[in-house]
């Protein structure tokens, strides 16, 4: 199986690299693929695909099965989850499982191609408030058709963000090579 992890990183925290620790524990991957969205998303606060991109490689260079995929960087128009997930499946040949806050559950079947994206991959949900999240899937009309392609994992307790660490400049909150890299590059 390989495993998505996207988001905007911005920048990557300790929170991003103790996720995939906490799933390493649960699931065995082929890959842990850390996908970046482009700066055409719709997040203003970005700093570039460059440094974005950088900071990643940063954090994982030391951790086994993992990567830094650009993919999304190279698009021209933003084209949503559900086509960066088929295109990496062709590329892996294998199943394909996108990590999910549980938190995000609520809005998914918003998402770009959901229905696609809900019946053709699984989705790795972090539990990070100690919800009930099987009945919250049993109980959502969106959901419960594809309760089967949901992997819950548990207990997940580190309340750090990006945005926290944007606020408050806190060096605890981003692993030291990505401090570094901040500070000599002048960001945030």
Known sequence: MVVVFGGAFNPPTIAHKAIYDHIKKSIDFSHFIYLPVSSL??????????????MLELMTQDMEKAEVCDLEMGDSDFLGTYHSLLRIQEQYEED?????????????????????????????????NNIDIASYIQQDKHLREYQDHFIIIPHFDMNISSTAFRETFDPEYVPDVVFEYIMSHGLY
Do not use: M, P
Not at 41 to 54: E, G, I, M, P
């Open 41 to 54: 998303y719709t997040k203003s606060s970005l700093v570039s695909n460059v440094h974005r991109l950088k």
């Open 96 to 128: 394909v499982a996108f990590v999910i806050g549980a938190d995000n559950l609520k809005n998914i079947h918003n998402w770009k191609h959901a229905k696609s994206l809900l019946s053709e991959f699984h989705f790795i949900v972090i539990n990070r």
